[in-house]
């Protein structure tokens, strides 16, 4: 067995912590600020690691750490992959890429206690410059210069996630410690998770709604973000012709991919509306309202006939907002079948050949159907590698290579009017 070559990391961190509202100096775990200012250092730590092997080791002792939801030992077990995957799994696409640089943001944006109990609201936000792993291969494919990533002088492009944490502490003999960490993303009704919302609620009797304005990002995050992004990249650069839809919804996954446009409302699981929106907006469809004699159903095999919504509500059919019926739409809807394209239609591809704005659907509980969707919106320059964006757990992007990929859908946005890809 070979050796594996390790990349040293060069990590750059800065802990952003913004407390609202009075804080004082404690001892660890004396306070609940310090409580979550502890826990939040660890995750950081562990995903600054070097390579895989170090982060396995620095997570030996640590799992709670890593935990989506730790209310009991099975439920926290069974999450324990939840950092690697979020960091190593997207940012190094599963052993094709490193990270050369990590900036992690960290910030509180409030802290609520009543006698024994207290709930802070934070935002986890890890941005990576990362690079082609020395033994990749180029790809073959002839990929449009302007569908792949933008580039810094050293060759490495800006990836990023963002996680929303309510974080449940108790006092005990005068020691906080923390009961549950409840990732927005999966809370669920359970914890008062309700659409639109950034944080899931805590479900405490007696305690505030969450947090439901999202901070602006530090300047200088904003404008890697921007720099890096297709939109600017189209600005700066000379565009081919080709596939001025694509471009568009790329240009709209960029710019949308964590800061949610304010004309669409947000939902519960909004990885669908937010795919739906990119089709939209780009101009290459049209809503779909005839549902041609078939009701939709959130039932397998979750039929689906028609894609719409009304702007700024969640009146929408199910196409438009879950990723199932997306997922079943986008390969059965009748317009498609009879030639009649007004609406999003394609047909499957490997992941390696998606273009851009292609969709891809993840089927991670292993059930054979789709339960999360993004949509390619960039292309690494050397390995040709697609890069997603997607909401929930927000990734900016991202490679899903080593992901639970159900379908990936090649999308035809050219109609006749552009040809295929």
């Not at 006698?115 to 990749?136: G, I, R």
């Not at 929106?277 to 039929?303: A, L």
Request: glycine share 6%; charged share 20%.
């Amino acid at each position: 067995m070979k050796k594996k070559i390790l990349v040293i990391l060069t990590v750059s961190i800065f802990m952003m912590v913004l407390f609202v509202g009075k804080s004082a100096a404690y001892s660890p775990n004396e306070s609940p600020e310090q409580l979550v200012n502890e826990l939040f250092r660890k995750r950081t730590y562990l995903a600054s690691s070097k390579d895989m092997s170090e982060f396995r080791t620095r997570e030996k002792g640590n799992e709670n750490l890593l935990s989506n939801v730790f209310i009991n030992p099975r439920l926290g077990k069974q999450s324990t992959t939840e950092l690697r995957k979020w960091i190593y799994g997207a940012a190094e696409g599963f052993g094709k890429f490193n990270i050369v640089k990590l900036i992690p943001l960290i910030r509180i944006y409030r802290l609520d206690q009543k006698d024994d109990t207290a709930v802070a609201y934070v935002e986890q936000f890890f941005m990576y410059k990362v690079k082609p792993d020395k033994n990749a291969k180029r790809t073959t494919r002839n990929i449009p210069e302007d569908w792949l990533v933008p580039v810094d002088k050293n060759g490495a492009w800006t990836a990023a996630t963002v996680n929303y944490y309510t974080v449940i502490m108790k006092k005990d003999e005068n020691i906080w410690k923390i009961e549950k960490l409840i990732d927005a993303d999966i809370g669920g009704t359970e914890y008062s998770l309700k659409i639109g919302l950034l944080f899931a609620g805590c479900g405490i009797k007696g305690f505030p709604n969450p947090p439901t304005e999202q901070l602006p990002l530090p300047e200088e995050i904003n404008e890697e973000l921007i720099k890096s992004s297709m939109g600017y990249k189209h600005i700066t650069e000379k565009s081919t012709v080709q596939s001025p839809y694509r471009r568009e919804a790329a240009n709209y996954a960029d710019s949308y991919w964590n800061n949610y446009n304010p004309s669409y409302a947000t939902f519960q699981n909004d990885c669908a509306n937010f795919v739906s929106q990119c089709f939209y907006e780009s101009g290459g469809w049209s809503m779909d309202w005839n549902n041609n004699g078939v009701p939709e159903s959130t039932n397998p095999p979750y039929p689906s006939q028609e894609w719409h919504i009304v702007k700024g509500t969640l009146n929408s059919s199910y196409s438009w907002c879950r990723a199932d019926n997306m997922d079943y739409y986008i390969e059965n809807n009748i317009d498609y079948k009879t030639g009649q394209i007004i609406s999003p239609c394609g047909w499957t591809e490997t992941y390696d050949n998606a273009a851009l704005a292609d969709v891809i659907t993840l089927d991670q509980n292993g059930e054979g159907t789709a339960d999360h969707v993004g949509i390619v919106a960039a292309f690494e320059y050397y390995t040709g590698t697609p890069l997603v964006d997607a909401h929930n757990n927000n990734q900016y992007h991202t490679s899903w290579a080593g992901y639970p990929i159900l379908h990936s859908w090649r999308m035809d946005y050219e109609l006749e009017n552009y040809g295929a890809g």
